[in-house]
């Protein structure tokens, strides 16, 4: 799908993401070097789907770098696509999104991107692992207090969206 295609078929998180896409500008540093980018004919494959939290955060600030860079993108739900997911595991074995696939204009992969940035997987890692061992009964409604507070985080941390865009530039160095 297009973005156009993939906002319009969201039935969750639309509006946080656009939201997302509103607030968030790139540094004119950025611009300079993403306007190099040109001349590469970038295209990108986007894994993502409308309920992830960190796509809803990633993935409009990706669409700014993306716009600015001229770079060609496709989104795909991970889950009308395993075959192409599975090429693209976390950890050799998650199928956890959003991933970003670069590839040039003969379509040769260079470069990949996902699921989160140092930062936002620190900030999770902090949250997160306090909670309960997962599969006892006290996990379940810790992790479902602790997401909101995530999201809350993801949704309006400027410094994190700022760190979010280095992570996902230096991907296209």
Request: hydrophobic residues 40%.
């Amino acid at each position: 799908m297009t973005q156009q295609e993939y906002i319009s078929s969201m039935t969750k998180n639309r509006e946080e993401m656009l939201g997302v896409y509103n607030k968030f500008q790139l540094e004119d540093m950025d611009k300079e070097f993403l306007h190099q980018l040109h001349s590469r004919e970038l295209r990108a494959l986007v894994l993502t789907a409308d309920w992830c939290g960190d796509a809803m955060v990633n993935l409009p600030i990706f669409m700014r770098i993306a716009n600015e860079a001229l770079i060609e993108v496709r989104y795909f739900i991970r889950d009308e696509n395993l075959e192409l997911m599975d090429r693209y595991l976390t950890n050799g074995k998650s199928r956890s999104i959003p991933i970003i696939v670069l590839v040039d204009k003969n379509g040769e992969e260079v470069g990949k991107w996902g699921p989160r940035a140092p930062e936002a997987q620190k900030l999770a890692d902090e949250l997160f692992g306090s909670l309960p061992a997962k599969g006892t009964p006290e996990f379940e409604a810790a992790f479902k207090e602790a997401i909101p507070q995530f999201q809350k985080n993801l949704l309006e941390n400027r410094e994190l969206h700022a760190a979010i865009c280095a992570d996902m530039i230096s991907s296209l160095k």
